[in-house]
């Protein structure tokens, strides 16, 4: 599995970004994507996640209603809409991937065997 992210940059406060992420190797049915977040000196944390059989979604209490996730099941690419972004929201982004999550795991970035390379997102106030 070889997860590209993109889509990152810099923006102003209540702007908008879209990420992007896919797999060069493989589909990702049966998989579980995620994207996950890390600012500078501080732990890797989740931001959201989809089921790809059936779209379930999951979000953190941070981003849910300004963060959506979606799918394109033609085009192999997971996508993470960033809408009223907050300089809070700077960090490193990155998409993870793994097939063999447990619901209790997906939250959970030790659980993800697969990572792309991140994406810098920056919030500027």
């Known amino acids: 599995v070889q997860l590209q992210a993109s889509g990152g940059g810099q923006v102003q406060a209540g702007g908008s970004l879209r990420l992007s992420c896919t797999n060069s190797?493989?589909?990702?049915?049966?998989?579980?994507v995620g994207w996950f977040r890390q600012a500078p000196g501080k732990e890797r944390e989740f931001v959201a996640a989809?089921?790809?059989?059936?779209?379930?979604?999951y979000y953190a209490d941070s981003v849910k209603g300004r963060f959506t996730i979606s799918r394109d099941t033609a085009e192999n690419m997971v996508y993470l809409q960033m809408n009223s972004l907050k300089p809070e929201d700077t960090a490193v982004y990155y998409c993870?991937?793994?097939?063999?999550?447990?619901?209790?795991?997906?939250?959970?970035?030790?659980?993800?065997?697969?990572w792309g390379q991140g994406t810098q997102v920056t919030v500027s106030s």
């Open positions: 989809i089921k790809w059989s059936g779209g379930a979604t």
């Open positions: 190797e493989r589909t990702f049915r049966r998989y579980v």
């Open positions: 993870a991937a793994d097939s063999t999550l447990i619901q209790s795991s997906i939250r959970n970035p030790t659980a993800y065997d697969y």
